[in-house]
């Protein structure tokens, strides 16, 4: 319907119809308001409701225990790469990073400018390092790495075990496309224009003894203890956003909750990934099976990288578009977020295996 296209894009990236279609019945008349949400004060009655119910939601899908903060920041994860190291530790602190991938190798190049980095593990792009190789530093404020690094595809399948140290993952890209034991974690922060929104609100989850501890220089937007005590209105917070965001956690109770979508995006990923491997070689995916993420799947043409420019061209002009992969690694990505459906990546597929018999 609307004459959608299926977007493969890494983010923003797709959102569910009926998310957009409510958006757009409460577009010029929010609740009989008489005003859209982007017109309201963030100090009324009804934002306040709007944000006390997504959070609300959130807190129910992901079990987010009570002595657990969700703050809806401002300047994306980039500016969480920065936020960490001023929260959680002093200078001179040394901070320990697991890279993966490039938003972990960025998280941790910025965490530079705050502490002493200690590079735990390199990974080579294709797998998550074997934890026995993992140098963790017994003094660390903090072990950070990303859950589902974007651009490579790799995926941790369970958190790292870093013992008593204060765990805190990127989950940008595959936020609420699993269950996820928060009491594992310090802290969990995500960008949402991937898999819960527009652009524009970054959430944090962050334990309460790790609030409070800021560095004096700390920007005040960026100190969890002021986003806290004043509920993420400190200033005026990116109401609109917000409220889509809230919209599709509703969507996902209704869905189910966070087991349910998992299954729906195991079931999407494994469509992708069987698609790849009974190309005989045709296509191939860089990550090892191990890793490979249930969220951006990344496939190359080996025997004919011209083939690829090809593909991406061709998939457009059947409505499947953003298929290329990061300028940095070349080939195809084609990412799945939980609002991608079934049927999208299943016409992925079958063009897949036409385009390969197509080009043999
Ligand atoms: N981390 C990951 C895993 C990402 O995928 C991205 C965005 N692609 C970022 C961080 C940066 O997010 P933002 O653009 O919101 O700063």
Redo the contacts with the bound molecule.
């Keep these: 319907p609307y004459g959608r296209v299926f977007n493969f894009s890494?983010?923003p990236a797709v959102l569910p119809v009926e998310v957009l279609e409510q958006a757009q019945a409460d577009l010029l008349n929010w609740q009989g308001s008489g005003m859209s949400v982007m017109e309201m004060s963030h100090r009324g009655k009804e934002f306040q409701s709007i944000i006390d119910g997504a959070e609300a939601d959130l807190r129910a899908l992901l079990a987010i225990p009570d002595n657990y903060q969700v703050l809806f920041m401002q300047?994306?994860?980039?500016?969480q790469f920065s936020a960490i190291p001023l929260n959680l530790s002093a200078e001179g602190d040394t901070l320990d990073y697991i890279v993966t991938g490039s938003?972990s190798k960025?998280?941790a190049g910025e965490a530079k400018k705050y502490g002493k980095v200690n590079v735990v593990a390199t990974g080579d792009n294709k797998s998550v390092p074997d934890p026995s190789s993992w140098k963790l530093s017994p003094d660390a404020k903090y072990v950070h790495y990303?859950d589902?690094?974007?651009?490579q595809g790799v995926e941790f399948k369970a958190p790292p075990v870093v013992g008593d140290k204060v765990l805190v993952a990127?989950m940008?890209?595959n936020f609420c496309s699993k269950p996820v034991d928060v009491s594992k974690y310090g802290l969990i922060y995500a960008?949402a224009?991937?898999n819960i929104g527009p652009?524009g609100v970054?959430i944090v989850i962050v334990r309460d003894d790790l609030i409070g501890n800021s560095r004096p220089s700390t920007p005040v937007m960026l100190d969890y203890k002021v986003q806290a005590d004043d509920k993420s209105m400190y200033n005026t917070p990116p109401c609109w956003a917000i409220y889509m965001c809230g919209l599709v956690f509703a969507k996902m109770r209704r869905d189910g909750g966070l087991a349910a979508v998992q299954q729906a995006n195991e079931k999407k990923a494994k469509v992708l990934y069987d698609a790849i491997a009974g190309s005989n070689g045709f296509y191939s995916s860089p990550v090892d099976a191990a890793a490979r993420s249930m969220m951006n799947v990344p496939f190359t043409i080996p025997a004919n990288a011209d083939l690829e420019k090809e593909f991406v061209s061709q998939a457009a002009k059947h409505s499947m578009i953003q298929l290329k992969g990061h300028r940095s690694v070349g080939g195809m990505r084609a990412s799945i977020y939980n609002s991608m459906p079934l049927d999208g990546v299943q016409q992925l597929a079958n063009f897949m295996k036409e385009f390969a018999v197509n080009s043999a």
Excluded at 75 to 79: E, F, K, Q, V
Excluded at 148 to 151: P, Q
């Design positions: 890494a983010g300047g994306g994860a980039s500016s938003w960025k998280a990303c589902n690094e974007t651009i990127d940008s890209s960008g224009q991937k652009a970054t």
